[in-house]
Each structure stands twice: as structure tokens, then as C-alpha cells.
């Protein structure tokens, strides 16, 4: 049996800005992904703590060190800069398996995104 479990955690990080005109996505600044253990193109689940919205999209990697957090296209208009995010990855793995697994939990400076 397959279960789904929590991979990786970026808890609360703060949007920095949005696209609406970018084809779609969230830019994540590397030095965050790193630690997160998520790689560009991996699918996230979004849970903005301003106003209750959760959106699924997938990883662009951004300017290490800048603490970018930037929703682009359609999932621009869900979030607004200075929000506070939490971004989650999951994993399908064997049920024994996921009794060991720790995910990455992140929890970066919600003032400069940049991990402590």
C-alpha cells in the first residue's frame, strides 16, 4: 500500500510579488528550495494564512539569496505581496517506508525570508 505524506515545508514565508501576466508557477527563491529539498518543476500546494486560499502549482527556481517568493499567472490573484504562505510537497511512498520518512520542514524569517 501507497500513502501520501508530507515532503517538504516551507512554513511561513512571505510573498515578495505577484505576475499575473507570467504563464503560471511560483518562483522560489534556491537557497530555499535547497533547504526544503524541492527541485523546479515539483508540484506545491499553497495555503495563503491572509485570506484561506489554497492552489496547487509547480517550482520556478529564483535568484539565490534574494528571499523571492513570487506567484505568477492565474494563481497572482489568490495571494497578494506581504501575504504569509506555507508551501508543501508531497510524496507517495511504501506505508512502512513512510513510518520512518522526516520531511524537510523549513522555517524561514518571515521578515526577509532568509532561513535563520
Given at each position: 500500500?501507497?500513502?501520501?505524506?508530507?515532503?517538504?515545508?516551507?512554513?511561513?514565508?512571505?510573498?515578495?510579488?505577484?505576475?499575473?501576466?507570467?504563464?503560471?508557477s511560483?518562483?522560489?527563491?534556491?537557497d530555499?528550495?535547497?533547504?526544503?529539498?524541492l527541485?523546479?518543476?515539483?508540484?506545491?500546494?499553497?495555503?495563503?494564512?491572509?485570506?484561506?486560499?489554497?492552489?496547487?502549482?509547480?517550482?520556478?527556481?529564483?535568484?539565490r539569496?534574494?528571499?523571492?517568493?513570487?506567484?505568477?499567472?492565474a494563481?497572482?490573484?489568490?495571494?497578494?505581496?506581504?501575504?504569509?504562505?506555507?508551501?508543501?510537497?508531497?510524496a507517495?511512498?511504501?506505508f512502512?517506508?513512510?513510518k520512518?520518512?522526516?520531511?524537510?520542514i523549513?522555517?524561514?524569517?518571515?521578515?526577509?525570508?532568509?532561513?535563520?
Amino acid at each position: 500500500m501507497f500513502i501520501q505524506v508530507v515532503k517538504s515545508k516551507l512554513h511561513r514565508v512571505t510573498v515578495t510579488e505577484s505576475n499575473l501576466n507570467y504563464i503560471g508557477s511560483i518562483t522560489i527563491d534556491e537557497d530555499l528550495m535547497e533547504a526544503a529539498n524541492l527541485i523546479e518543476g515539483e508540484k506545491v500546494q499553497i495555503v495563503n494564512n491572509n485570506n484561506g486560499e489554497r492552489l496547487e502549482t509547480y517550482v520556478i527556481k529564483g535568484a539565490r539569496g534574494s528571499g523571492r517568493i513570487c506567484l505568477n499567472g492565474a494563481a497572482a490573484r489568490k495571494v497578494q505581496p506581504g501575504d504569509i504562505v506555507i508551501i508543501m510537497s508531497y510524496a507517495l511512498m511504501d506505508f512502512e517506508e513512510a513510518k520512518g520518512f522526516r520531511p524537510a520542514i523549513v522555517f524561514p524569517d518571515t521578515a526577509t525570508n532568509k532561513i535563520p
